[in-house]
């Protein structure tokens, strides 16, 4: 009974969130003279043809990553806005790193994946430390650090340095790794999924189980729940602040993998920037739940891989942006609502509980 | 006499809840009226519906006999009733004039203050009812007693006729309280009405000129002192007999489990907050910390838990030298913490009970089993903790900010008294808490001793310190000056011992 209690306000919420967005750009809809109806089909109808569904699932690995970066950054209270600078860098050097590199496929693979990450985390780390040791907001440095990553790829980026000039776009770009640093696609639906795609399953597991099950997950738990409660307890706090921004810079650090061992083999600037605010609203949605962020991603791609026929049918694509938007608040807020319905909810039973006993004692009362 | 306040019938409910319900009192004009009763029993509910915080169900109140409906403090300070809270509301770095003017300033032409008029004021009102304040000294200079006078000064100024009195005497020590006694008088006598909450029986006893107690959300006496005594109103209070501690009939080991030897520590500027301590505690044995807070108490908690290091002398806690050891090596070593601020440093509010039997054991069995923590022996233990401390809460599945701040202490207490630690320290550990609360934890605390637990007591509750004491150091200006007896010191004696005076 308490179960189903439970799992109903856990549904509710994002299901209100949803109807609310859709009720709402119905009316801007209404306002600009198209239809809404036909609208969402057309949004429904493109996003789920095959091919477009394979390019979409290859986008949503990518905004997971992201996703469960920025969660492991939420259960600490951090705001990590750096992914954004973490994944560019990472993958750079992972493309410098396997460019310059021919080991066998089972050594370049791994070697490639396990640069991004420490990169990843090392420039996290940065914040971390200053976090930790010098008081200074994540934020604001991490801004600063992913200003500087750029700055620092592009520097590298020319001829003479790792990058080279020429390819098929007249873009710089690292030199191209070789074969046995590609990692397979494979093919279904008439496209090609990265089977990275599995690597990303095995992160929301891992997080998950790290987190909910072990010693160091309750250990990062608590510090975000508490930092004082936490290092009463012996807590380690300022060390777990500095762990869980490497942590998250880490998996920041796979974000566009995928796309560069199986698809671009070098990185240049067409790689896409923004994925720090994509993945800290993922998150947000997602509740840093995994499987919330896995829906989350694959519903922001697949809307994002719609937008485009949109225009063709002459409603703006930039509606989808504004169902973005509206989405993201009207989860905050209808989340904050279950909050507080459940904790009324709770309070009652508590106010039961203490109120019998009393009750009892109240009769013992003397003449 | 004339009346000043009426309330009848005064009824709120929340939602399953019932917070007041069939409130009488009638409050004569220049009295000290005494509200006493357990937390939740309605007290603070009943004075936020006469402040104008919360609106009433049912029910009337009349101010100086004619009706009045109050629906915000406003509303209440122009009907001439002030709140003193428990907690301070003052800007340190302003002066006492500047605070108490400070959200109703008297004004020149519109746009400036008029600080002169102000101060005119303001000194009248401190000639009249004989507050000892200096408008001109710093918030920031002063000590908590002068702190409580500005904050009466403050809703004096604006024009208060009837007083609440949140709770305060929670914050002073003997001597404090006896002249804010001595004023309290001085308020009455210029024909001042007082309303003081409280659940310190002595005092009551002391100051009131009549007393209502409460007991879940209703008056269930009205009494005048001179009519009745402390054990009827406890009886009154939890509606039955006081359950008193079992007295200690056991003697302290010979083994120590905490050794200070000429302990010094500075803060980051390098300013010496704790000088040359010298601190011992026996297996089985109560340690009482007296000392007006402030004075060092929570450094040298963090001295004794080594999250700071000595920087001169050593400590040595169960057997480990803070100095080269972790608090994780300490706490899992056998060392228990409750710790004053329940909900920042004792709990993960928005975690369930079960999570927070974890905290402090998340690397020891059973809590943990390797790199795993064991949900199963958390959810069990804590089902366990709730049944012998008497947790009224419906599950362990409870997030702990719904439950009660007594309940959380005994579910605190109970979690740090787990795998009987060698040693405890208990800071402030029933502040707050209700009678029957209060009763259980220190039976607990009697019961730890007992098994032989050295328990360092930090309280500023002198009955505390009293009732479970077998020593009782003092802490002045992060100094231990003086070691009492309990049994041969008066209340009075170590009250002048915390102040920094030799007792002759």
Do not use: C
């Amino acid at each position: 009974m308490k179960r189903v209690n439970r799992f109903f306000w856990a549904l509710a919420a994002p299901l209100a969130a949803v109807l609310f967005t859709l009720i709402f750009v119905s009316i801007i809809l209404l306002m600009k003279g198209a239809n809404p109806l036909s609208t969402f089909q057309l949004i429904a109808s493109y996003g789920s043809q095959p091919e477009n569904l394979v390019a979409e699932l290859n986008q949503t690995v990518a905004y997971y990553l992201a996703g469960v970066a920025a969660a492991i950054g939420f259960r600490m209270l951090l705001f990590n806005i750096g992914i954004d600078g973490q994944y560019r860098l990472a993958i750079f050097i992972a493309a410098v790193v396997g460019g310059a590199t021919n080991l066998p496929a089972f050594l370049e693979v791994p070697l490639i994946i396990i640069t991004g990450v420490v990169v990843g985390a090392l420039w996290a780390s940065i914040a971390g430390y200053l976090k930790v040791k010098r008081n200074i907001s994540e934020v604001i440095s991490n801004i600063m650090l992913n200003t500087i990553a750029s700055g620092l790829i592009i520097y590298m980026l020319q001829p003479g340095r790792f990058g080279l000039k020429g390819g098929l776009s007249d873009n710089l770009a690292t030199p191209t790794i070789p074969k046995s640093g590609w990692l397979p696609s494979l093919h279904i639906m008439g496209g090609e999924l990265y089977s990275f795609a599995f690597v990303a399953i095995a992160v929301g597991v891992l997080y998950w189980v790290v987190l909910n099950k072990s010693v160091f997950g309750f250990n990062l738990r608590a510090t975000g729940m508490s930092f004082r409660a936490a290092r009463a307890s012996g807590v380690n706090a300022p060390r777990m602040v500095f762990i869980t921004m490497a942590l998250s810079g880490a998996i920041a650090g796979l974000t566009g993998m995928g796309e560069l061992l199986s698809h671009t083999h070098t990185y240049s600037l067409a790689f896409p920037t923004g994925y720090a605010l994509t993945g800290l609203a993922l998150a947000l949605l997602g509740r840093s739940n995994p499987i919330g962020i896995a829906i989350a991603a694959f519903f922001w791609a697949f809307l994002e891989q719609a937008a485009p026929a949109l225009d063709l049918n002459g409603v703006p694509k930039e509606i989808v942006m504004m169902m973005q938007g509206t989405i993201i608040l009207a989860t905050v807020t209808s989340y904050e609502i279950v909050k507080r319905i459940t904790r009324r909810q709770q309070q009652r039973l508590v106010g039961a509980a203490e109120a019998p006993r009393v009750d009892a004692d109240a009769k013992g009362v003397k003449s | 006499m004339s009346v000043a306040i009426e309330l009848k019938g005064i009824e709120k409910n929340y939602p399953g809840v019932v917070a007041n319900h069939d409130v009488e009192i009638t409050i004569a004009k220049g009295n000290i009226h005494a509200i006493i009763g357990e937390n939740g029993a309605g007290k603070s509910t009943l004075m936020k519906i006469l402040y104008g915080m919360v609106k009433p169900d049912a029910g009337t109140i009349a101010i100086f006999e004619s009706p009045a409906t109050i629906k915000s403090p406003q509303d209440a300070i122009g009907l001439g009733i002030g709140m003193v809270h428990q907690h301070f509301m003052l800007a340190d770095n302003a002066t006492v004039l500047e605070n108490i003017v400070l959200g109703s300033e008297p004004m020149k032409a519109k746009v400036v203050v008029d600080y002169a008029k102000a101060r005119e004021h303001l000194q009248n009102i401190i000639k009249t009812y004989g507050l000892d304040i200096n408008p001109d000294d710093l918030v920031a200079d002063l000590g908590v007693g002068v702190r409580q006078r500005v904050e009466i000064a403050k809703v004096l100024f604006r024009g208060a006729k009837i007083l609440i009195l949140d709770e305060p005497t929670a914050v002073l020590v003997p001597q404090e309280v006896d002249d804010l006694f001595k004023n309290l008088k001085g308020l009455t006598k210029n024909g001042l009405t007082i309303i003081f909450i409280s659940h310190k029986l002595d005092e009551v006893m002391a100051i009131a000129d009549s007393i209502t107690v409460m007991r879940q959300g209703t008056t269930v006496a009205n009494l005048v002192p001179a009519k009745t005594n402390k054990k009827e109103l406890a009886e009154y209070m939890i509606g039955g007999e006081l359950p008193s501690p079992r007295p200690a009939t056991t003697k302290p080991r010979e083994e120590k489990v905490l050794v200070v030897t000429n302990a010094s520590a500075n803060d980051r500027t390098g300013r010496e907050i704790l000088h040359s301590i010298n601190l011992e505690i026996h297996a089985g044995e109560i340690l009482g910390l007296a000392g007006v807070e402030g004075n060092g108490q929570s450094e040298l908690i963090e001295l004794i838990m080594g999250l700071v290091k000595p920087d001169a002398g050593s400590v040595v806690t169960v057997g480990l030298d803070t100095q080269d050891s972790t608090l994780r090596e300490i706490r899992d070593h056998g060392v228990g913490y409750i710790p004053q601020d329940r909900q920042r440093d004792g709990l993960m509010m928005a975690a369930t009970l079960w999570e927070n039997r974890i905290l402090g054991h998340q690397q020891t069995k059973p809590m943990s089993n390797g790199i795993w923590i064991d949900k199963g022996a958390a959810k069990s233990d804590s089902e366990r903790i709730i049944k012998e401390f008497d947790v009224r809460t419906p599950s362990n599945a409870v997030l702990a900010n719904a439950l009660s701040g007594g309940n959380q202490q005994k579910f605190i207490v109970g979690r740090e008294m787990s795998g009987d630690p060698k040693m405890l320290i208990a800071a402030q550990p029933t502040r707050g808490v209700d009678v029957g609360a209060q009763a259980i934890i220190w039976d607990h605390l009697i019961e730890a001793r007992r098994n032989g637990t050295g328990v360092l007591l930090v309280s500023a509750d002198l009955d505390e310190l009293f009732t479970l004491s077998d020593r009782i150091a003092v802490i002045f200006r992060g100094t231990i000056v003086d070691y009492l007896d309990p049994r041969k010191t008066t209340p009075e004696q170590l009250g002048l011992a915390m102040t920094g005076e030799k007792i002759a």
